[in-house]
């Protein structure tokens, strides 16, 4: 059965950025902090250190019952029983990895343009992560999405939307009003010196506004 996702704040982690010592610890903040949902990204390291790393993360969302996504890697994703997995455009296709999967667990597919967004939620997507809304320094080879386009997406689809890219505190209560059921956020929660508190503050101003 799949699981109910709340995409309010969605955690993808980073090694690079990250403020603690631990990814372990860093994701725990995080979910302290209210993260209603976390990818782990793991470009860097082998399969046996990613699928390593996966099951001691997923210990801990787990504790939280926070569901874990997976990117990219179907394979990861399925031998650490994750909740899903997130892939891009230049990733296997979602119908693909939808067969992969089979129907009880989630998939996410990254898109920047209409058609895209179309297409993802035909082949099987359960949310798009839709971005990047603003400069980031967290992924290279970004395509900027306007607010203009945003708004085409939520309205040609009917699964949740998340936004991701160069969203933090100065920016997040512009998603407000507009459907967005989430924020993807990397830098502005993970390398902060108080992850919990990031991770909150965040939340506070895309829910309340202020």
Avoid at 146 to 153: A, N, S, V, W
């Amino acid at each position: 059965m799949k699981p109910k996702v709340d995409y309010t704040l969605y955690l993808c982690t980073d090694r690079g950025l990250m403020s603690t010592g631990t990814l372990e610890e860093a994701v725990e903040a995080a979910l302290k902090g209210g993260t209603t949902l976390v990818q782990l990204r793991e470009k860097d390291c082998s399969s046996r250190e990613f699928y390593e790393t996966a099951l001691r993360v997923k210990a801990i969302t787990d504790s939280y019952r926070v569901p874990l996504i997976i990117n990219d890697r179907v394979d990861v994703a399925l031998a650490v029983d994750a909740a899903g997995v997130h892939i891009g455009q230049s990733d296997l296709p979602a119908s693909a990895v939808r067969r992969i999967l089979g129907p009880d667990k989630i998939l996410g597919v990254s898109t920047a343009r209409l058609e895209e967004a179309v297409r993802a939620e035909k082949d099987g997507a359960d949310y798009l992560g839709v971005g990047a809304m603003y400069a980031t320094g967290t992924k290279a080879n970004t395509r900027s999405v306007t607010m203009e386009e945003l708004g085409r997406i939520r309205s040609a689809v009917s699964v949740p939307v998340v936004v991701i890219g160069g969203i933090g505190p100065k920016n997040a209560a512009e998603f407000r009003g507009r459907g967005i059921d989430g924020l993807a956020v990397v830098s502005s929660v993970i390398a902060q010196p108080d992850i919990e508190a990031a991770a909150r503050n965040l939340k506070r101003i895309f829910l309340s506004g202020f």
